[in-house]
């Protein structure tokens, strides 16, 4: 258990619909980080905030956004959403801000665009 | 953009062969991490490399840094089907107040018993 927590962990939906991915940090982290992993691709570096601010931003769509509460949980809202969207999206954490150390990944939150 | 290779896509061994994945980045990286994913799991940590020409190991897991800081190897000595799975290289490059941790593509091992 990486102390990681993704929700929901799968989803069902339709094009054209929206939906929201959460994560919780460890405890103490203050960087979140998005990756989106399609079949036999790599992960997709998406986005990442630091203690609620963006910190770096990667090839993260238009239709994409995110953001980090104050205590530290984020959000990725995916918006209009199309057939190529369905893929496991990764929430990871670590305790700094420019990515000097590890990332500990979540289980992934597993969307499936109809 | 910035871009982070990993050759082989796929590595079929014989359990007690050896295997080697490789990472080449297209600029002058600050760190580079590997990560191994588990069938149906998560990407976990193994290694930071820091240094240029830094070599460091792990039982049977041997991490290289090259000496341009643009390349690295992971290397696994007398595979075992443990050792199934995805290894990713991660390389970080700092800018302006952040820095972005591009992962490559993936070597996926198999090791047949």
């Known amino acids: 258990d990486s102390g990681v927590t993704q929700t929901p962990k799968h989803l069902i939906t339709a094009t054209g619909q929206r939906v929201t991915l959460r994560c919780s940090p460890r405890?103490?982290?203050?960087?979140v980080y998005w990756y989106q992993q399609s079949l036999d691709q790599g992960l997709q570096f998406l986005i990442q905030?630091?203690?609620?601010?963006?910190?770096a931003k990667g090839n993260i769509l238009e239709r994409f956004s995110a953001q980090q509460f104050p205590d530290l949980h984020s959000e990725l809202n995916l918006s209009s959403l199309e057939l190529g969207d369905s893929a496991l999206y990764f929430c990871?954490?670590?305790?700094?801000?420019?990515?000097?150390?590890?990332?500990?990944f979540g289980e992934g939150s597993r969307l499936t665009v109809l | 953009g910035q871009q982070v290779m990993q050759i082989p896509q796929y590595q079929h061994v014989q359990e007690g062969e050896d295997f080697t994945t490789y990472c080449n980045s297209s600029?002058?990286?600050?760190?580079i991490q590997w990560y191994k994913q588990r069938p149906g799991g998560h990407p976990v940590f193994l290694i930071q490399?820091?240094?240029?020409?830094e070599v460091k190991k792990q039982k049977r897991l041997t991490f290289q840094f090259g000496e341009a800081k643009k390349n690295s190897s992971l290397h696994i000595t007398a595979t075992q089907t443990t050792d199934v799975g995805t290894y990713f290289c991660?390389?970080?490059?700092?800018?302006?107040?952040?820095?972005?941790?591009?992962f490559g593509q993936g070597t996926e091992l198999s090791v047949k018993p």
């Open positions: 405890s103490g982290d203050l960087s």
């Open positions: 990871a954490s670590s305790e700094r801000g420019q990515n000097t150390g590890e990332l500990f």
């Open positions: 905030y630091y203690n609620g601010e963006e910190r």
């Open positions: 991660a390389g970080l490059r700092i800018y302006n107040q952040g820095g972005k941790l591009i």
């Open positions: 600029t002058t990286l600050s760190n």
């Open positions: 490399l820091v240094k240029s020409g």
